[in-house]
Nanobody, 125 residues
């Protein structure tokens, strides 16, 4: 099993920045792809970003490309999501996810084997 714990969420004004972290523990050697998803009130959970096992490849949703950056530090078993130029529509619970699949360029939730509990991000206008 793999456990994922997110941190770094909070309240920020539009145009501001936040950095989310996700620390993995347990059988982390089995993890290849790491990703971030989000769920806004009344909406379905949606893909945000993903990163390959060595950090060399990334994939973003169109809505965040150019504003968000995903990265990982395998020595610390941690993945990050740097969020800049935040907009009110970015308000959501953000979830970290881990996959045993190498297919980082997919937005499908079914690809992911483990999920964190989520961290709230609220962007005020």
């Amino acid at each position: 099993q793999v456990q994922l714990v997110e941190s770094g969420g909070g309240l920020v004004q539009a145009g501001g920045s936040l950095r989310l972290s996700c620390a993995a523990s347990g059988r982390t050697f089995s993890i290849l792809t790491m990703g971030w998803f989000r769920q806004a009130p009344g909406k379905e959970r949606e893909f945000v970003a993903a990163i390959s096992w060595n950090g060399g490849n990334t994939y973003y949703a169109a809505s965040v490309k150019g504003r968000f950056t995903i990265s990982r530090d395998n020595a610390k078993n941690t993945v990050y999501l740097q969020m800049n130029s935040l907009k009110p529509e970015d308000t959501a619970v953000y979830y970290c996810a881990a996959s045993q699949s190498p297919h980082y360029d997919s937005r499908h939730e079914s690809l992911y084997d483990y999920w964190g509990q989520g961290t709230q991000v609220t962007v005020s206008s």
